[in-house]
């Protein structure tokens, strides 16, 4: 619970309710605790023709990624750097649809960010019908996922290692 599901079912329904045509999935974990819980989402995925694609491996989630242009992504308390999924789809070059939030000042430029689900909701319909006027800030957020992907990491710790041993 809390984790943005039910903004991103609310904003599915609306987009069904304007006849737009899209394809939307809901991409996740379910963990065995709280089937009630998972049971409403599914139910409620399953009204708005949301597919559902749970508990996926790494490589199908990327496969996944790779077919997708917007990401939806409307975490309670705002974008951040922590969220991994985020990053997943930048690197991905999937446009990132989120909420601001106290720390996602450094995402202005690399994700759409709506001030609650009402705004997110009118920029996901803007991208639908203006999807070249987005390709800035697309590739802003690559360049920013690539600088943050766990094999450039390493590569920075491996050259700090190699710097200090050379010392």
Known sequence: KGKGIEE??????????????FRSALIGYVPGADNS???????????????????????EI?????????AILPYPDGISERRGTALAAMINRVLVFSL?????????????LGND?????SKVLYYIN????????????YEYSEKRNWQSI????IGLINNDSNK
């Open 154 to 157: 390493a590569q920075l710790y």
């Open 100 to 112: 601001r939030g106290q720390f996602s000042s450094e995402f202005e430029n690399i994700a759409v």
């Open 117 to 121: 689900k009402n705004d997110l909701l």
């Open 130 to 141: 203006n999807t070249d006027s987005f390709a800035k800030i697309n590739d802003s957020a």
């Open 62 to 70: 990327s496969n996944l990624l790779a077919e997708t242009d917007m």
């Open 37 to 59: 819980y998972a049971n409403l989402i599914i139910e409620q995925c399953t009204e708005q023709k949301c597919e559902l694609l749970l508990n996926k491996s790494a490589a």
């Open 8 to 21: 991103f079912i609310w904003i599915i329904k609306e987009l069904n309710k304007k006849n737009i045509k």
